[in-house]
């Protein structure tokens, strides 16, 4: 799969949905997680969900669609989002985050790259850069929690595991819109 324009414009819209979307949930959960530590976690990782929403949206105008746009992903996928967010209870909040959804954003945006052209499609390429060091950081912050907090464990891993699954491909998560007819604009 060749990444157009509008292929380029459908994903990036997309990645912005996802973090406000992710961002809206951690912003949720803050006020019901009883642990400080917690609480103090995911304010930090929402703003960093806000920056990567901002970046993406202001790539979306340079991609023909507009400031700020985001795109809902196919239904699948945000089915897989409303399920992770009608998560209940501190460890499987922090571990369905942690050890589902950053590593299945991290594969969705490392296939992107892959797929781009780096050349053309540079601003993207760098703002994913920039995310994916991000959700390493994110990683080594639950890491960092687990070794302070080892109470707060996760009981069923394998929700984590089948939540950082749910997208096999980058198809799986963007709803792709059908190519432009020859002549017509791009976007």
Known sequence: MTLTVRARGDAIATFRFVSVYLMETLARWVPTTPDMEVKVLFGRHLWELAQHADAF???????????QVSRDPVPPFRATLDGF???TGTAECVDGFYAGVVPLLDRLYREYVALTDALLDEPSVRILERVLADLDRLRRD????RRERPDIAMTRPEDASRLAQAAPTLRDMVDFRPAAPAGADAT
């Not at 639950?142 to 929690?145: C, I, K, P, S």
């Open 85 to 87: 967010a009608a998560t």
């Open 142 to 145: 639950r890491e960092e929690l």
């Open 57 to 67: 949206g202001r790539r979306t105008a340079e991609l023909r669609l507009g400031p």
